[in-house]
């Protein structure tokens, strides 16, 4: 039951302790207090000391210009000031605290000593404050400053005490918080103790690349890089971290505002945007940010604890940051120690214009580099077997992408203005998309052009009806079903158990030139050819691509790479791979491409994903997509980007509408993940050199879009390390 009182005032001992429970909440929270007044006061050396984690005692001296006997009893009142004397004043602050409420509120939760000495006083005075209360007064022996005697904080209060952790935890955010302030304050030298003994020390005028050094480990410390930017009066600078040294916390992303700490989650957004594709999302970067700007353009009467701050402009200190620390990144990737060998005389992601598929430019860049290119009307060799059916590189992907051959393609697709309706009634195909009619149903799509396939000389080979007539589309025949399943191992497959060019993919299709045809194995000679002149083809592999010597393949996952003398690497194929895919797709800008399925097939759609699917209509649809919505929460789908199986397509579908792609990077990220070779995957020496070749010409090629890191580097000095060989 409630009882109702009249309207009052509280008492000062009272209104102190609700205003302690915001400033007041730890021991740590007492330091900074009490460390930023020492810094409004002009102290040039600051000494912390702390007993029992901060319940015991937290001392504070330092050499500021101190207080004399009258200042020293109004800085125990409330609301009790020297930075402030106007309204006004509230938009231009230059000084950590403000407000007037730090020392009393301390003062009411614990027994506190001040005792303080101005350059204008003769003597030093002291107060003894218990609870609150004023219990004793009187000089002091001290000859400039001001020391802050802090003991048994929460001792009136033993609630509070439940909720600090234990002695230890308290003194780690204790110095955590003096490492903070001291990354802003590289004038101040800073003496961190801890039951009588030194557990920190920073000397004044130390940069801040020497303070990093002394607060995050070694390792970090090495993977540090510049990072400097201004814009529109608003000026950042600070490190960052390469993305190999992500961290488990944001503990080390320490963000600024005119020397101030803050926590703002502007700033740590555009930070972990710069290193979006840099690192894994699970991840987050280590960075010490420093921002400047007008005191106009920052309020930083936000909250007690004065801890958060407010922009004038988002938008400006975001764009800012995420420009400056990216800048930073691409400076600074760690694949510097391979630069020199990749980048010269690198290949341009896309081909000239001269060349008339990717296969052809791929097979002009071998021949420039000296090495040999597989024969291109070469046999497939035979399977017997069970090895009759594809590897998991050649049957693994029996859609590939179809071109059309003149005249307007069936198979095109034409940018949608409006999404579709997706629910209630009236639910119609976007503009632009034409009736399939029953072939579409039947598995089988007519043609006016009729389509063609790159076959193994670069050209095309026509899909003719047997009897001579009309040329029909694709046939995939029955291995797919309206899932995007594939339900037979051995479709794709020729006479004999050969695999037919219809049927055979492998990652030659999928890397952007499409060279099918070229097989590990080496081709039969011809009839009459010299078994000499074959071996002499035998014995030059052509294992080079860009200076790096191909050794081979681990777990059929990792490429092993030599650059010369200088070291060894590991490749990820499938993070390689996906990186070449989004540079290429992201250079292509969703140029809307789409290859129609013979047998399309139908998603139901959760209400969340039918919404998030209008949305992203337009966007699917640049990307390649044939989709047509007849029924509510039912998307049926008829044409994919050619990059893509039925099967992947489904898959990205599911994760683009279920929430993990909000842009386009987002999308192309997820379809190039899906297309790219996975794990596992046997790859030819020519598809492995091939996949060095596009990579080594990729933007960003340090990392996946995801964020994993692609390659792993060993020097000499790093094999040294791992067998102990130095000292």
Known sequence: MVSYRSIRVLPPHL????????????PSSVVKELVENSLDAGAARVHVALEGGGAGLILVQDDGRGMDAGELRLALTRHATSKLAALEDLDAIATYGFRGEALPSIASVSRLRVASKSQDSPDAVFLDVAFGEIVEEGPAALTQGTRIEVRELFGNVPARLKFLKSVATETRRCQEVLERVALARLDVGFKYSVDQRSALRFVAGQDLAARLAVVWPPALAQALLPVEGEMHGMRVTGFAALPHAGQARTDRMLFYVNSRPVQDRVLLRAAREAYKGRMLSREYPALALFLEAGPGEVDVNVHPAKTEVRFRDEGLAFTLVRQAVARALDLGAPSARMTAVLDHNAPSIAPEAKHATYRDYLHEVAREAGRDVPEEEQEPPVRAGRDASPGPLEGSRSEAPWRPQGGPAAGSVERHREPPALSGQGMREPLGVRELGADYHAGRQTSPGGFSRPDARGGSARHAAPDGGRDYGPDYGPDYDRD????????????????????RSGLSSWLPWGSRGQEASPAKPEAGASSQAHGKAARQPGRTAKGVEYLGQVADTYLVLRLGRKGLTLLDQHAAHERVLFSQLRAAQSRGESRPLAVGFEMSLHPSETRRLESLWKDLTALGFQMRADRPGVVGVRGVPPLLSAGQAKEFL????????????????????????????ALAEHEALALVEAWSAAKDRDHCPHGRPVAVHWDAKDLEKLFKRGK
């Open 654 to 681: 599911r994760d683009v509408l279920s929430g993990k792609a909000r842009t386009m990077d987002d999308l192309w990220a997820v379809m190039s993940c899906k297309a790219a070779v996975k794990a596992g995957d």
């Open 15 to 26: 209104q102190n302790q609700i205003a302690a429970g915001e400033v007041v909440e730890r």
């Open 484 to 503: 995007g399943g594939r339900d037979h191992p051995s479709a794709g497959t020729g006479e004999a158990g050969r695999p037919s060019p219809e049927g």
